[in-house]
């Protein structure tokens, strides 16, 4: 079995206004010539980019967990996950139902919103994952063991689609 690459990505997505860009960048409404969004999607928001990201900022805000700490470093608002497939994965189609089975992961408790990528050589898809339960109002805060069996439990879930 080939690798399937999980990157978190750094950026905290502090301001309202980041968080409406990487909407948008993974719905693939941005100055591009080219497409590159084969499917989009979201669990527990609307499909449209710009209401996806007001409604879950609506949820950060409803339970006071969308500013930051006047002198301090922005808080994690949005968890931005990169799944990226080996070359040989080349069915956008079977990708999609990829995406679906991870977002399952975290769609009981966190919004997500997803689109599946095909403006590299390798097919990925990019997650937005609400840092703050629309269930309870807790913030999530995973510990590198727990990220590390998370995205274990993401490369399972992939592997489950793509090599039955």
Known sequence: MENIIIKLVKEPYGRDKDIQNLFCYIAGEYDSKEEHTRYCCGEGVPLAPGKAARRMISVQKSFGKAGRKYGKKANRRIYHYI????????????????????ADIFSGQYQVYYGVHEDEAHLHIHYAINAVSYVDGKKWHKSRKEIEKLEAQMRERAGEVLWR
Not at 83 to 102: G, Q, R, T, Y
């Open 83 to 102: 799944v990226s497939f080996p070359l040989s994965v080349d069915d956008a189609n079977c990708v999609k139902l990829v995406a679906m089975e991870i």
